[in-house]
């Protein structure tokens, strides 16, 4: 989609070229772990942890093996990465770690050590999470987490901790942070693997039994469910109206209406389709990007995309006027008398290269976004002063226009994931989502597999979120990328995005992965009550209901289908 990242690199070299052996038995040169001092409850902590069967989702890859106890063995590792003690895991999904304690613990704090260092290819995770269980299947997360640095700063030292502590963070359902201690048999920690990632011990400290002030969580993982939060949306098609070759990014009323409605052969409409529609674009006539790049969009760029979006028979008439057309066939949308039709705006990225965006303010000095020429705090005021001009010019346009089949219901921030950088891009994110609500509008967003802070969207004040997971764009991508990303999506609270594009059209094999989507919103559970948005391409499924070919308008028809609770894989 747009600008989809599997990954950030290219791994150049194994920092080892051999086999470790294991660690067969505790060494004297690692630190142990034992018993911690009174907890308050007159009682004494230890590592409840210590010693206790877990099981791995995927094994550990050589040549940091795991002979099956490495990670609740006590033994800590150096910083050192060839020290035996720590135990490796190479790209691909998300490693689950499920440590069995046994019996019902007081649990106060769990923990996971990990290793960063940038040249040896090695990071901390960019995402981990920590759940508890009483019955190994219903599953509460304690805690969400990223690194303390970016991927590629090197940190001394180079170790780092992922705590959740129940005083400090508290405990879900709890109430305020007055709980101690979790009560529960089952520890989960899932953690994102971009590249090596090294860990050494998990460490769940705790008593035996219950003690005074330990809870029972009893919040469940669910997926983002259609409602206010989602502006009323249940399924979100993605439509770029920016500037591509042969009018792509141009849509008329004939080309919107197979969105809005599913249409026979004849092309004509017999049931609403997409209740939503999301414009965007990426690039402008200038060649220049709206999303992160080293060629950012400058202020130019941003006139020429609302003068489009909002032009006189433009992107947003020929909605108005398709949707209207749409509802003398069908009924207003819902089947609700005073109904518009949803649309979401996109925000473009102040991309923090661009080093001459325009004078927005009129000051005689043009914005500046790059935080290494002058500052970081210099830097995020020119953005925060070109996304309120966007934003401000955005409402007053649409305002003007009157649309009587639309209603705005919220602006989408363009960029997929938050800069892993110091350019303060978090708090501009806060900020323009202060400036949407504001307008008593919502806040989407659509961030990237493993994208840097993509667990913390409730934080950063979006509203309705759909997590990517990136498995359709090559062709070797492993389809247990679909399952990995509905996990991280139902334990964040988040939707799902769909991923297809014009190679379904072509190519069996892309067909299939399409298909694998479908398939997995069924075996999943995001088939049903979550919040979807759906990327294809520029014009995948206008082509498929177009197409005489069985094999392909079945995809449509089949996506019609998924949307009305009716397909079967």
Not at 264 to 286: E, K, R, V
Not at 308 to 314: S, Y
Not at 511 to 538: E, H
Request: net charge negative; hydrophobic share 35%; no cysteine.
């Amino acid at each position: 989609m747009k600008f989809r990242r599997i990954g950030s690199y290219l791994l150049s070299a194994l920092l080892l070229t051999g086999i470790l052996p294991p660690v067969a038995q505790a060494d004297s040169s690692h630190p142990q772990l034992t018993s911690t001092g009174n907890n308050g409850d007159g009682g004494y902590e230890m590592n409840v942890a210590l010693g206790k069967p877990y099981t791995v989702s995927e094994p550990a890859n050589d040549p940091y093996p795991d002979t099956g106890g490495e990670l609740t063995d006590g033994v800590l590792a150096s910083d050192d990465p060839a020290d035996e003690a720590w135990t490796g895991f190479y790209k691909g999904s998300s490693r689950v770690i499920t440590i069995d304690l046994g019996s019902d613990q007081s649990v106060s704090s769990i923990r996971a050590n990990f290793l960063q260092i940038p040249s040896a290819k090695i990071q901390y995770p960019n995402a981990v999470s920590i759940y508890t269980s009483k019955n190994g299947k219903d599953w509460t997360a304690l805690k969400h987490a990223g690194p303390p640095v970016a991927f590629w700063i090197g940190v001394n030292p180079p170790q780092y901790t992922f705590e959740w502590d129940a005083v400090k963070d508290g405990v879900p359902g709890g109430g305020d942070k007055s709980s101690s201690a979790v009560f529960s048999r089952y520890v989960k920690v899932r953690f994102t693997t971009k590249d090596w990632v090294l860990l050494d011990e998990i460490q769940v400290m705790g008593q035996d039994g219950h003690i005074k002030g330990a809870t029972v969580p009893n919040e469940k993982e669910l997926y983002l469910q259609p409602g206010a939060q989602t502006g009323g949306i249940s399924n979100l098609a993605l439509l770029y109206n920016g500037h591509y070759n042969k009018g792509l990014g141009d849509w008329t009323t004939e080309k919107l209406i197979p969105y809005l409605a599913h249409v026979d052969q004849n092309g004509t409409p017999s049931d609403w389709l997409f209740d939503g529609i999301l414009y965007l674009g990426l690039g402008s006539p200038a060649g220049r990007s709206f999303a992160m790049s080293f060629n950012g969009s400058n202020w130019d760029d941003w006139k020429w995309y609302l003068d489009k979006t909002f032009a006189t028979d433009g992107d947003l008439d020929a909605l108005n006027v398709a949707v209207g057309e749409v509802m003398k066939e069908l009924g207003k949308p819902g089947g609700k008398s005073t109904d518009k039709y949803p649309v979401v705006l996109m925000v473009p990225y102040p991309a923090e290269p661009q080093t001459n965006f325009g004078d927005v303010d009129g000051d005689g000095i043009t914005e500046n976004f790059n935080a290494a020429q002058v500052g970081a705090d210099a830097s995020l005021a020119s953005k925060k002063k070109a996304v309120d001009w966007y934003i401000d010019q955005l409402i007053q346009r649409w305002d003007a226009k009157g649309y009587n089949n639309l209603n705005l219901a919220g602006l989408y921030w363009l960029n997929e994931e938050v800069a892993p950088d110091g350019t303060n891009d978090a708090k501009l994110i806060k900020h323009a989502s202060n400036i949407v609500h504001d307008n008593d509008l919502l806040f989407y967003w659509i961030p990237h597999l493993r994208g840097y802070q993509f667990f913390t969207w409730k934080e950063l004040g979006f509203d309705a979120v759909a997590y990517q997971p990136n498995y359709f764009f090559q062709a070797d991508s492993p389809l247990d990328r679909v399952r990995d990303a509905a996990d991280w999506a139902k334990s964040l609270g988040m939707g799902m995005e769909m991923e297809f594009d014009e190679r379904i059209l072509t190519d069996a094999n892309f067909r299939q992965k399409y298909y694998d989507y479908l398939n997995g919103a069924i075996q999943l559970g995001y088939a049903k009550d979550t919040f979807r948005a759906y990327y294809q391409g520029n014009d995948t499924l206008l082509q498929a209901a177009r197409s005489d070919e069985p094999a392909v308008r079945a995809t449509y028809d089949d996506m019609y289908r998924l949307i009305k609770g009716k397909y079967r894989p």
